[in-house]
């Protein structure tokens, strides 16, 4: 039984490839007990492994029982924040996780559609993060690694278990002074910022804008 409590999960991934560690995570843990609009952000880590990262995502789904879950990772080579739109039913590993597993063109559910959407307002959320001159953009691909694999099962389950909680995916570059090489040049402090808008937002939208992606300022 899913009872939506006011509750926000946010996740960040640990290190994996040849990062020393991930950006996701430090904006995930910063705001970890921040409160907004009556609700309680819980942040939680989750392991860069296929199958280990959906485990834990889905447990703490079950344990805190947010009505918002937004999920953060790194794309080190992208220059804005992005809201991802879409996860694919595939995985397709350039490089092994973090066990040592690196599937290639493998479906991750047999019986499942091609694809689930996101249900988070990503163009009212667009709109607020540009607001604030922070680089964001909307993605049509959460790539076919991990992080496609975990978005792909978290909206599996909420379409079976509870369609009306929120649940998306953002990939973030990397913050400036954090050591990894990126084209953005945001700093932790924007990230954050960032997060905290996509979170509000996405708390107090219910019907999502109707505009197309580029004409957002
Ligand atoms: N980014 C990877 C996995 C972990 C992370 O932070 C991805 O986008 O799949």
């Not at 590993?93 to 559910?109: E, F, L, R, T, Y």
């Not at 496609?148 to 369609?163: E, G, K, T, W």
């Not at 998306?168 to 808008?197: K, R």
Request: glycine content about 4%; overall charge negative; charged content about 10%.
């Amino acid at each position: 039984m899913y009872l939506p409590s006011p509750t926000v999960l946010v996740t960040g991934f640990e290190a994996f490839d040849t990062y020393q560690h991930n950006p996701s995570w430090t904006i995930a843990q910063a705001l970890d007990q921040w409160q907004i609009h009556h609700h309680v952000v819980h942040a939680r880590q989750l392991p860069c492994e296929f199958h280990r990262a959906s485990q834990t995502l889905l447990q703490a789904l079950q344990t805190l029982q947010p009505t918002l879950v937004i999920c953060l990772e790194l794309a080190a080579n992208r220059a804005a924040i992005s809201l991802e739109r879409i996860a694919i039913n595939i995985d397709d590993a350039n490089i092994p996780d973090n066990a040592g597993q690196q599937p290639i063109d493998k479906k991750i559910q047999l019986t499942g559609p091609a694809a689930y959407f996101s249900n988070l307002p990503i163009k009212a959320m667009l709109h607020a993060i540009r607001e604030q001159q922070i680089a964001c953009e909307i993605s049509n691909t959460a790539g076919t690694f991990v992080c496609n694999h975990v978005f792909y099962n978290v909206m599996h389950y909420l379409q079976q278990h509870a369609p009306q909680v929120r649940a998306g995916f953002i990939h973030v570059p990397a913050f400036s002074g954090s050591g990894i090489v990126s084209p953005a040049t945001m700093d932790l402090a924007q990230h954050i910022q960032a997060i905290q808008i996509a979170i509000s937002t996405a708390l107090l939208t219910s019907q999502d804008l109707s505009i197309p992606a580029g004409h957002i300022a």
